[in-house]
């Protein structure tokens, strides 16, 4: 087969065909900025700069996607709340400083941001990466979720978890308004770089079951994310990249009974922590959507070369043949810490292990 | 016949105290721990045998996945109501060997704190004194509090890649002054490899396997 370049390989594959070989999404965050000479702080801080830094990281390694913003801590700063950005040592994202619900009334009296002038918080920042990719052909990858996620750093997140139990009402009403705030984004974002040019961006690790029962997922996250993705299907978006992050598994059925509620042409991209077996996903979602692997995020940082090529080939072998596509992938964020060499040995493994000719 | 009822009556207090932790009720915990004032029940039996019993089922059902961390900061709420109310009154005995001190923390550079905070709690269940730094703690804060405080153990957490680094410093600080504290890591991107490799002296996964483990250390 005739090598690709990125851009056919992902087409290829977002069509239903075959590359030439398994793509790459190292999910690459704060290594950009790690590996650009730029700090962590301004690649979050400053749109351009966040733009220019995931470019250079995708041309200098030869990875398959393009850039996008965001971040777990998604919500407050948009509710009026104040986030910092991570310039100290040890950060890597940004963090909430100040939680814009912190009370019962808090809840009741929180509006939800309006995308009509000024854009709310960060999605400032995330229009003018959109509009970078958008110049240059690129699909313009915005958050719009997870809403439970988002909720929980909206709320002061130990209060929030309380009422789970102790004001299911209230926590629908916030989960309800952020979940308004995401479908505000994605009117947004289709309005004005049209749908089929554009890929929403859903995940979080809040209503992972480590911290969450599957009965609670059902009750709290599943009728929000429902409610999104319903719009996200009505606007015409063809593809969402979902990342159930950390161990969902016993969420799968939900993701499962979304996924067939939805009975959507569009794709789903599904990149899963490393806690999901790849055949599991396959299993779950392969008959019509992209699935991701998971390679242990933290052993990408610890490991030698040579091993993270094996982790690789392990993940490759596992995914390669999914009926409707598979890319290698992290389980989660690349580690901003690690060696460029490591990066070097996911796209190595690809190239190795991972052609379809 | 008096006798049998008052047994009868304790065992009661003692049984709705771990039924009320369990079931996370902060009103009836409260309720209890007065009552056993009352009735003159030994404080201590009514922690140990009444808020920990209760705590020790949370931390199984946490471990076997049937409870989760919604319930398990209500039934922590309902375990420090009773808490509050009979720790003034714990008689002191000099003779008793006193418990092991924990300095706990998240590492510099995190502000995730929800996985610190069970672990807190469960060592503060399970007996151990507890001096909790808070989240985004330097390196050299660890050091010294645990010089301070002639910490037996210093439990450290990290949920980034980026965090976790900040971890070896304290190890290595700890070994350079010839301090006492042993060393425990844990959190979502670390581990029991990880945790060889930096120094550590052990590593847990959970917050019970964390009190497995500090028991452990401490010869217990």
């Known amino acids: 087969m005739t090598r690709m370049t990125s851009g056919e390989r992902m087409q290829a594959i977002m069509m239903g065909k075959k590359p030439d070989r398994v793509p790459v999404n190292p999910f690459v965050m704060g290594y950009a900025a790690q590996i650009t000479g730029i700090s962590i702080g301004d690649y979050y801080a400053d749109g351009d700069k966040c733009f220019e830094a995931q470019f250079a990281a995708m041309r200098l390694h030869g990875y398959d996607v393009t850039p996008m913003y965001g971040y777990a801590s998604a919500g407050p700063w948009e509710f009026g709340g104040e986030i910092g950005f991570p310039y100290k040592s040890g950060h890597s994202a940004p963090y909430v400083i100040k939680h814009p619900v912190n009370s019962v009334e808090d809840v009741e009296n929180l509006e939800v941001p309006d995308f009509d002038k000024e854009l709310p918080g960060a999605y400032g920042i995330a229009d003018i990466l959109g509009k970078r990719c958008y110049e240059l052909g690129m699909p313009v990858t915005f958050q719009s979720g997870s809403t439970f996620t988002a909720a929980s750093v909206v709320a002061e997140t130990s209060l929030f978890l309380r009422w789970v139990i102790k004001e299911p009402k209230i926590l629908h009403l916030l989960l309800d308004k952020v979940s308004d705030m995401y479908v505000n984004a994605l009117e947004y974002f289709a309005e004005k770089y049209g749908a089929e040019k554009c890929m929403p961006f859903d995940g979080g690790p809040v209503e992972s079951n480590t911290l969450l029962s599957p009965k609670q997922f059902k009750e709290f996250a599943y009728p929000h994310m429902e409610k999104l993705h319903m719009k996200i299907k009505e606007l015409g978006f063809p593809a969402v990249l979902m990342h159930p992050c950390a161990d969902q598994n016993l969420n799968i059925p939900y993701y499962i009974e979304l996924r067939e509620k939805m009975n959507w042409q569009g794709r789903y991209i599904w990149l899963f922590g490393p806690e999901t077996p790849v055949p599991d996903q396959i299993k779950a979602f392969g008959d019509h959507d992209i699935i991701c692997g998971n390679v242990d995020p933290p052993s990408l940082q610890t490991r030698s070369y040579e091993e993270v090529v094996m982790m690789c080939k392990e993940n490759i072998e596992q995914g390669k043949d999914s009926p409707s596509g598979f890319i290698l992938a992290p389980g989660c964020e690349f580690p901003p810490g690690a060696a460029p060499i490591k990066l070097m040995a996911m796209m190595d493994a690809a190239e190795k292990f991972g052609r379809y000719d | ?220």
């Not at chain 2, 996985?115 to 330097?138: H, P, Q, T, Y």
């Not at chain 2, 439990?155 to 965090?163: G, K, P």
């Open chain 2, 1 to 220: 016949m008096w006798v049998v009822e008052v047994i009868t009556n304790e065992e009661e207090i003692l049984k709705g105290l771990a039924e009320a932790v369990i079931k996370g009720n902060e009103e009836k915990s409260t309720e209890l721990a007065q009552e056993a004032l009352k009735m003159r029940i030994d404080p201590y039996d009514a922690i140990m045998n009444g808020c920990s019993k209760g705590m020790n089922v949370v931390s199984d059902l946490y471990e076997k996945k049937e409870m989760f961390v919604p319930e398990i900061l209500l039934s922590a709420d309902a375990m420090y109501a009773a808490l509050d109310i009979l720790r003034p009154h714990l008689k002191v005995d000099t003779t008793v060997k006193k418990p092991a001190k924990i300095v706990i923390g998240v590492a510099q550079g995190d502000i995730h704190d929800i996985g610190k905070n069970l672990v807190k709690m469960m060592l503060d269940v399970a007996g151990f004194e507890i001096v909790d730094l808070g989240r985004d703690i330097a390196p050299e804060a660890y050091i010294e509090k645990a010089n301070e405080a002639n910490a037996d153990i210093v439990a450290i957490s990290a949920l980034m890649t980026t965090s976790m680094m900040n971890i070896e410093p304290v190890i290595k600080g700890i070994k350079d002054k010839n301090l006492k504290a042993k060393v425990v890591v844990g959190g979502a991107p670390i581990s029991s490899e990880f945790a060889e490799e930096i120094g550590a002296d052990g590593y847990a996964d959970d917050a019970v396997s964390a009190v497995r483990l500090v028991k452990k250390l401490m010869g217990g």
